[in-house]
Structure formats: structure tokens, C-alpha cells
């Protein structure tokens, strides 16, 4: 019989890790055994093997000490041995034990039959009260669950009551703080206009309100479930509107469309990333895209792994960032030259990012620091060692400084030029995942495996807001390009989570309220893109399927369902084209134009 070799076990334990959710743990185990390196075919090892491979030895074991006992007949139900006797005693131990049981078994047997002859008689005897007894009690049951069921129906009562006062109350508080708003806006009218166009003023102000008040009884119903139903199934995506880009060998981890061209990048585990030329307008059939090779690895490299797992294009959209496996962040052209090679971490690089300005490149590892890059001068500028874990995620307030989140649950506020944090913000229970910036960069959001977002203000040390309605872990958030220092200042400002209870949330980022709860995926959703004018929302699941939702109709305008997971989602910058990379080693653009 062959035995089970190490690698092979090792490649259980990591599949059993990704199965159940362990994301990191099973990424960490991937990386230092190996596995990418093993000669395993993946898709000869069906679901949950660990688990089944251990049963099958429990089994053995229990059969092995039942068929050697030669008490016992083979025809028989093995029942008397659990898993913890199975585990920690050899084979003699269990037929002993098996012995002793069935002896026990037979003594029983027999008092049972005694029992049983002696009892005929009197049962005979009885036969008649207990049925009396029988009737008396089903009439007792019955009137037990008539009791039971009003009082549920007094509860369910007392519940809807409760629920209807609570939105009325949320409303009527609503509906004050507009009121509240609309006479600083009168009082700040009255402040600037001269005494001759006052009276003006204020009753255009007074005709706002009333607009407004309207607005906000609509904006205070109490949270939507947006679902599907009959009379609201989705458009599919037509093929003629979709383009397959095929080429990466491995599953594509990051996507992210030039802010300037029609160019996309993507990252791969296949130790390369790919710019793609996208045509503009719609897509017309038998016309192919292009893509440049930026290899990561020269040939086939016994090095440590280079896969790419993140990656971001500069503010002008003229050079590409890549992070990889093997702790360095790499630049390139648009034309695919690499011009720069920095080395600094000593761990996989999990985030990177460009400033505003463009001179720095911040990116954090899970060496558990995060380092400042100077791109002109080619070299790192300042690291940052603050965290006791890995660094999941960075994010840039301004040119000079920055947030990063950690698995040790803590999210640090750091300047170029400071040794120690600027700012501590502690509160989530979980590994965080994800922290954003808000376009002024007053507020800063974050996620967490503890299954809570929160919004946090650079003036206080608390949190502001706590988002606690999801159920699971949120893997990312993102906050919607409407607001001040947005290009649609007069929308109100929402943040967007995803879950791995496969919901997206909408909250309203003033007030720390959920708008709603968009339920349309049946597993985690991993990424989300807000749509440039922040009037659609793009979701992608590890269900396969790619939803973009109407914010302002409350139900999904397109889906589209490929052949994997879907690991990212992004918009082009006029918005209609829509950018999804999936674990079956393929890139997809869909055309949306509604």
C-alpha cells in the first residue's frame, strides 16, 4: 500500500484552510510549503478530502478492531467505539474495551427479556388506563401549543409595534436635523446677501426647505433588502458586449484601468501582469486586443515566488506599480519597460500605492512594515515598523501621509519624516482588512474579520460611527465619489461594504445608518466599484457572477456570471466600460451603456 507523502498532506491541510474560509492562514502555509511548486493537480482533488481521508481512517481503525475480535459477527453495526477511543487507543485496548461491551450488551439483553415477560402481564392489566392517560395528555399538548402559538402571535405583535415606533422616531430625528441644516443655510444666506436681496433670499430658502423636507421623509424610511423578485429580474449582459481576455496561466488577483487611456492592468499568479489596450466605444466582433507581458520572473525561476498580487497605476496614468510575492514593488511604462526594482521588504507585498502628487510610492507587506518609496531617486525613503502582524492594506491621506491596517487588529496614522504614529485608532476585534480615506481626507473607514466597519475622524481617537449589520467578515469598503472634494459635490456622501455574508451594505457616512442591503449574491463578495458619477455600484462574488446595481432604483440594472471567482471589479473613468478578474485565469470588460 503507498503512503502518503508530506507534500500531499500539506496540500490537504491548505485546501481544507481555503474551504473554510481561512484565507490568510491558507495563503501563509501556501507560501512556505510550497505548494505552487508541487506536481498536484488541483482539480483531481475533490472537496473537503481532508476531512473525508480522516473519516475513512477512523473507520478502518474501528473496522480493523471489530473483525480481529472473533466475538464479534462481521454483519454487525460497529457502534460502540467514538472518535476520541479511536484516536488515542491501539488495537488490543479497543477489542478489550469491544469485549467487555458486548458482554455488558448480552447481561443487558437478558435482564431486558426477564423484564419484558414480567411486564406482559402487567401492561395487559393497564392497557386500558394508559390509553386514558394517553387521550388525557394529547388533550394537554393540544392546549399546551393553542397557548403557545397566542402567545407568539402577542410577541410578533409587540414586536411590529416596537419596530413602527422606532422609525417613526428615527424619522422625526431625521426630519429635525434637515430642519436643523436648512436654517444654517438661511442664517449663512442672510449673513452674505446685502439687506436688499435678503427678503429674496430667504424665500427661495424657504421653497428649498420644503423640497427638502420632502426628500428627507423618502430618505428616512427605515434600511431596504433590495432582492430579487419576479417582477425585477435582472438584464443580462449580452456576449456581444463582453470580451474575454485570455493569456495569464494563473488565477488574476488585481485589475485596474489607466486614469488617462484605455489602457488596463492586470496581476497574476502566473508571475506576470498585463497591460491591455482596450478599444474605445463598443466592441465590434472579430477585433482583437493586445496586451503587453510584463514578466516578473525570468523563465522558469527555482526563486521564491513572484506572483503579483497587487498593483496602481500613477495619477497621470503614464506608470504602472506592481507588488509581488517576493517583497518587491516594481514600476513600468505603458509601454511595458521596467525602469525601477525596489527591494526592501522581506515578506510578500499585500499593498501598494501611489500619492496624488506621484514622487511616492507607499506600500506594506507581510514583513508587518510599510515603506515609502522615493520613485525619482529610486529608493526607499522611510520604513515604517509599527505593527505586530502583517500589514493588509495602505491607504494615503494626502502627499505625506497615510493609514495602514493589520492583522494585529490596530490602524496607525503615519508621516513621512515621524518615527511614531501621528494617530492610534484601536477598537475593531479582527483582523482589518481594508482601510479608505473619504475625498477630504477627514474620515477614515475600515473593515474587519470581526464583521463590523467603522468610521473614524481625524479630530477624535474613538470612532465616530460602528457599522455592525452584516454577519460575517467584510473584506472590503469603499467610499462613493459624490460629496465635497468630489466631482458630484451636491450628492450626499455613502460608504459601500462586502461581506462574506454575501450582502453589500450602503450607509449613510454622516449619520452611521444603513440605506440598504443589496442581496443578490449566494456567496462572499470580494470586491466593489462605485460607477464615476456614483449612480451604480459593481459588486463581484466568489459566486462567479458580476452584479451592477442602480443605487437610485434600488435593484440590479445588469449581472453578468463567468466560469470563477471574482477577485476584483473596476470601472473605466467615463464609465461605461466595467473591468472583473476571475480565478479561472481570465480578464473580462463589459460594455455598459444603459
Same mark, same amino acid.
Given at each position: ?442 474620515? *477614515? /473607514? &475600515?473593515? @474587519?474579520? %470581526?464583521? $463590523?466597519? #467603522? !468610521? +473614524? ?9 460602528? =457599522? ?26 455613502? *460608504? /459601500? &461594504?462586502? @461581506?462574506? %455574508?454575501? $450582502?453589500? #451594505? !450602503? +450607509? ?9 442591503? =443589496? ?30 446595481? @442602480? ?44
Amino acid at each position: 500500500m503507498s503512503s502518503l507523502t508530506s507534500v500531499e498532506l500539506n496540500f490537504l491541510i491548505f485546501r481544507y484552510l481555503q474551504e473554510s474560509g481561512f484565507t490568510h492562514a491558507a495563503f501563509t502555509l501556501g507560501y512556505e510549503a510550497g505548494i505552487n511548486k508541487s506536481n498536484i493537480d488541483g482539480n483531481m482533488v475533490p472537496p473537503g478530502a481532508l476531512v473525508k481521508f480522516v473519516q475513512k481512517g477512523l473507520h478502518y481503525m474501528e473496522m480493523e478492531a471489530n473483525l480481529t475480535n472473533g466475538e464479534v459477527d462481521i454483519d454487525e453495526d460497529f457502534s460502540f467505539f467514538q472518535p476520541l477511543d479511536l484516536i488515542s487507543k491501539d488495537v488490543k485496548e479497543l477489542q478489550e474495551m469491544l469485549r467487555e461491551r458486548k458482554r455488558k450488551e448480552r447481561d443487558k439483553e437478558k435482564d431486558r427479556e426477564r423484564c419484558k415477560e414480567n411486564d406482559k402481564e402487567v401492561e395487559r392489566e393497564h392497557d386500558g388506563d394508559r390509553n386514558r392517560v394517553k387521550e388525557k395528555d394529547r388533550h394537554e399538548k393540544q392546549k399546551e401549543r393553542e397557548r403557545e402559538r397566542e402567545k407568539m402571535e402577542r410577541e410578533k405583535e409587540r414586536e411590529r409595534e416596537r419596530e413602527k415606533s422606532e422609525r417613526e422616531t428615527f424619522e422625526m430625528e431625521r426630519l429635525k436635523l434637515e430642519r436643523e441644516r436648512e436654517r444654517e443655510k438661511e442664517k449663512a444666506y442672510e449673513k452674505q446677501l446685502g439687506d436688499g436681496d435678503k427678503d429674496m433670499a430667504i424665500d427661495q430658502s424657504e421653497k428649498e426647505n420644503a423640497g427638502d423636507e420632502d426628500h428627507g421623509r423618502s430618505s428616512a424610511a427605515e434600511p431596504m433588502d433590495i432582492t430579487m423578485t419576479p417582477t425585477s429580474l435582472p438584464s443580462h449582459i449580452p456576449n456581444s458586449d463582453v470580451r474575454i481576455l485570455e493569456g495569464h496561466t494563473s488565477e488574476v488577483c488585481a485589475c485596474a484601468w489607466s486614469p488617462s487611456a484605455s489602457l488596463l492592468a492586470s496581476g497574476s499568479g502566473d508571475t506576470t501582469a498585463r497591460i491591455w489596450s482596450i478599444p474605445e466605444g463598443p466592441f465590434k466582433s472579430g477585433r482583437s486586443i493586445s496586451a503587453l507581458i510584463l514578466k516578473h520572473a525570468k523563465g522558469k525561476s527555482n526563486e521564491k515566488s513572484k506572483d503579483v498580487t497587487t498593483l496602481d497605476w500613477n495619477g497621470e496614468g503614464t506608470l504602472l506599480a506592481t507588488g509581488s510575492c517576493d517583497g518587491q514593488a516594481r514600476i513600468w511604462t505603458t509601454n511595458g519597460d521596467l525602469i525601477s526594482t525596489l527591494s526592501k521588504h522581506k515578506g510578500p507585498i499585500f499593498s501598494l500605492k501611489w500619492n496624488k502628487k506621484g514622487d511616492y510610492l507607499l506600500t506594506g507587506s507581510v514583513d508587518r512594515t510599510a515603506v515609502v518609496w522615493d520613485v525619482k531617486a529610486e529608493e526607499w525613503k522611510q520604513q515604517f515598523e509599527f505593527h505586530s502582524g502583517p500589514t493588509l492594506d495602505v491607504d494615503w491621506r494626502n502627499n505625506v501621509s497615510f493609514a495602514t491596517s493589520s492583522t494585529d487588529t490596530m490602524i496607525y496614522l503615519c508621516k513621512i519624516g515621524e518615527t511614531r504614529p501621528v494617530k492610534t485608532f484601536a477598537g475593531h476585534q479582527g483582523e482589518v482588512n481594508c482601510v479608505k480615506w473619504d475625498p477630504t481626507g477627514t474620515l *477614515l /473607514a &475600515s473593515c @474587519s474579520d %470581526d464583521s $463590523t466597519a #467603522k !468610521i +473614524w475622524n481625524v479630530k477624535q481617537h474613538n470612532f465616530v460611527h460602528d =457599522l455592525r449589520d452584516h454577519t460575517k467578515e467584510i473584506y472590503t469598503i469603499r467610499w462613493s465619489p459624490t460629496g465635497p472634494g468630489t466631482n458630484n459635490p451636491n450628492k450626499p456622501l455613502t *460608504l /459601500a &461594504s462586502a @461581506s462574506f %455574508d454575501s $450582502t453589500v #451594505k !450602503i +450607509w449613510d457616512a454622516e449619520i452611521g445608518k444603513m440605506l440598504c442591503s =443589496l442581496n443578490g449574491h449566494r456567496d462572499a463578495v470580494y470586491s466593489l466599484a462605485y460607477s464615476p458619477n456614483g449612480e451604480y455600484i459593481a459588486s463581484g462574488s466568489v459566486d462567479k457572477s458580476i452584479h451592477i446595481w @442602480s443605487l437610485k432604483e434600488g435593484k440590479i440594472a445588469k449581472t453578468y456570471t463567468g466560469n470563477g471567482g471574482i477577485f476584483e471589479v473596476c470601472w473605466n473613468k467615463e464609465g461605461n466600460k466595467l473591468a472583473a478578474c476571475f480565478a479561472d485565469n481570465s480578464v473580462c470588460v463589459l460594455d455598459f451603456r444603459m
